[in-house]
């Protein structure tokens, strides 16, 4: 318990305080890097991006990315009629290009097809 003290007349007095006292607590902090990297990209996986992000993004044109999205050929949606890109759904959408690439190539029969087709055999 605190107590409170106080000089009246050249007495000094102990008085009960009723107010909790504050404890800092001082203890090792341990960082995980993979928790930390976890946690930045769900944040930045609910971000929503412009015409001019997703451009720089997939290193393409504005006008590039504005057909996309008009075609509806990328995931996009409008916002008071501006468009607009979900991150997540961009991240999706690209690892879905890259798996029907492949799939096209190994239907094609041409080389590359023949290539994967031969190493998946293996």
């Known amino acids: 318990m605190a107590h409170l003290v106080s000089l009246q007349a050249e007495t000094i007095t102990k008085e009960p305080v009723s107010t909790p006292i504050l404890k800092i607590l001082h ?22 991006l ?37 991150l ?6 690209i690892k879905q290009q890259s798996m029907e690439g492949l799939d096209t190539g190994r239907e094609s029969g041409g080389e590359a097809g023949e290539q994967i087709q031969d190493r998946e055999k293996k």
């Open 27 to 48: 203890y090792p902090v341990v960082v995980c890097p993979n928790l930390v990297a976890a946690m930045s990209s769900s944040t930045r996986e609910g971000e929503i």
């Open 88 to 93: 997540a759904d961009i991240d999706s959408w």
């Open 50 to 86: 412009t015409i001019k992000q997703v451009a720089e993004y997939l290193k393409v044109t504005e006008r590039t990315i504005y057909r996309l999205a008009a075609a509806k050929k990328i995931p996009a949606f409008k916002v008071g009629g501006t468009w607009r890109f979900s």
